[in-house]
């Protein structure tokens, strides 16, 4: 029998596997290059590493792997959260690494309001969390600000309504920011407006707001979704410059309301809120104007009742002053008198010293003593000349009476030795006249040295009491003691006066020790006055 082939010859195709791979692609692609799926975000851990999104989208029965390439994911306006619903477009192909097949999306959106309203509350809780809505961070207003910010769209009703209201209300400064208040890039506008806002200084060319306006009309849910954004709501709690919502009508609400400082329930409403009534904010300075001025006369009339009161309660001048003109009339006549009685009594007074004074002054001292100087000056002299006298008449007499030639000679030579001798006297006599001369204006010097005037004429002054006796220590001294002061040039008089925590006197003598060249003892000036 005739053996089967093992190889029998066969037209099936044979395919390699990445030929398989590619043809199924193809064919999936050319079968589903577009399709629109309704699922739920599974597996979603945020973008890769390489900024690829990778999960998968499931339903009651099936899964799908899905991915999102970085260029398409940067621009969703809503982004995969897990567990929410979401429908997505895309198209589906494979992947040959591992026989799988995924859907490739490029755009995403909320199935439906639960899901954006699941989203907003989500977010609003992360910020929340954040700080971002706490009250104690939101500015107040300025009553009435001179630049005005307005952040929205430049061609829509919202600009011209919150104008007209400004221009009815108060006009002020109005600076525009245009943005798109609806699309992809709108979040994006709308935040970079409140910051370029913010980063006005107050010196640059174009004024910086006092407040800013965000501003958009009403509108659904979608259409309002800009302005939940992180990057909206981020830049609105980050303004210095206070910041009022405007964003829909009054029953719509955005994330941006709870981070502004204040919202407003529609953008007519915002400028209310920005400025006060200028015909409201006259009446009210011209009320208060009134008020001022009537109280201001009300005031004055108070016052003067109360002047006139007063000056009824109140003496005469001439009444106040009377008795006190009569005490200094009295005083005055005593005064007069008791002047003259003491001035006759330090007269008195005065020439007593004046005469004990000249008794004891230097001059007179040295007037005696330099007549007691010249008085033996003259014994001296007389004396000398009747001691050469006698010696002389003694040798002439012991000279006659010699007889021999050496007798003579001895005689000649002491008549010699003699007349030296009166020579040494005379000039003994001489320098011990100088000497005592100089000793004498030595004295005199010493005695001007001590003497109290050449003190006084170095600044200091002499304290005499009431019986012209000096006074040597402050324990002489009480509170309301009259003294006089005895200067180089004159003398006043003066009043003891006791300084609260004056240190009490010292009667106590002053150390021994070496004496400062120049000065005076106080026991030698004060013997000027020893009677």
Not at 13 to 26: C, F, K, Y
Not at 100 to 127: C, D, F, H, N, S
Not at 252 to 281: C, F, H, M, N, Y
Request: glycine share 8%; charged share 25%; proline share 5%.
């Amino acid at each position: 029998m005739n053996q089967p082939d093992p190889n029998p010859p066969s037209n099936v195709q044979e395919w390699t596997v990445s030929t398989l791979s590619g043809a199924l692609r193809r064919t999936l692609e050319d079968a589903f290059g577009f399709v629109r799926l309704r699922a739920e975000v599974s597996g979603y851990r945020g973008p890769h590493s390489s900024g690829h999104c990778y999960f998968s989208l499931k339903d009651e029965g099936a899964r799908i792997d899905a991915v999102i390439w970085k260029g398409v994911f940067s621009r969703l306006k809503v982004k995969p959260q897990e567990g929410l619903e979401v429908v997505v477009t895309g198209r589906i192909t494979t992947f040959p690494g591992s026989s799988k097949y995924q859907i490739v999306v490029e755009t995403i959106e909320p199935a439906g309001v639960g899901a954006l309203m699941a989203i907003l509350e989500e977010r609003r809780r992360k910020l929340a969390a954040e700080g971002l809505f706490d009250e104690r961070r939101k500015q107040v207003l300025p009553y009435l600000p001179e630049v005005v910010g307005v952040v929205t769209s430049p061609t829509g009703a919202v600009i011209r309504d919150i104008l007209h209201r400004l221009a009815d209300r108060f006009p002020r400064h109005v600076l525009v920011w245009p943005v798109r208040v609806q699309g992809e890039t709108s979040a994006a506008e709308v935040a970079a407006a409140i910051r370029g806002f913010n980063t006005i200084g107050p010196g640059d060319v174009v004024p910086r707001p006092d407040v800013i306006i965000v501003a958009r009309g009403g509108g659904s849910l979608e259409d309002l979704w800009s302005f939940n954004e992180e990057v909206v709501v981020r830049a609105a709690a980050e303004s210095d410059i206070p910041l009022v919502s405007a964003v829909g009508h009054e029953t719509d609400w955005t994330l941006i309301d709870l981070a502004a400082d204040l919202r407003a329930p529609t953008p007519t409403g915002a400028a209310e809120k920005v400025v006060p009534v200028r015909s409201e904010l006259i009446a009210q300075v011209d009320t208060l104007a009134r008020r001022h001025l009537g109280a201001m006369h009300r005031l004055l009339e108070r016052r003067r009742a109360d002047v006139r009161a007063l000056a009824r309660a109140l003496p005469r001048a001439e009444d106040l002053t009377a008795s006190a003109r009569q005490r200094l009339d009295l005083a005055a006549g005593r005064l007069r008198h008791g002047l003259n009685a003491n001035a006759r009594r330090h007269e008195v007074e005065l020439n007593r010293l004046a005469q004990r004074l000249a008794r004891l002054s230097p001059q007179a001292r040295l007037a005696e003593r330099s007549a007691v100087l010249q008085g033996l000056e003259r014994r001296l002299v007389a004396g000398l000349a009747a001691n050469t006298l006698r010696r002389r008449g003694a040798f002439e007499r012991s000279a006659s009476r010699l007889a021999f030639r050496p007798v003579k000679e001895r005689w000649g030579n002491a008549s010699e030795r003699l007349a030296l001798a009166g020579i040494r006297a005379r000039r003994c006599y001489e320098a011990s006249l100088v000497q005592r001369r100089e000793r004498l204006q030595a004295c005199w010097k010493l005695l001007e040295s001590l003497s109290h005037k050449g003190v006084l004429a170095r600044g200091y002054a002499v304290v005499l009491d009431n019986a012209r006796r000096p006074v040597r220590s402050v324990a002489d001294l009480s509170e309301g003691m009259a003294v006089s002061l005895q200067l180089a040039d004159g003398e006043r008089r003066a009043t003891i006066a006791d300084e609260e925590g004056a240190a009490p006197a010292r009667t106590a003598s002053r150390p021994r020790g070496k004496a400062r060249e120049g000065a005076i003892p106080a026991a030698r000036q004060a013997s000027l006055f020893d009677p």
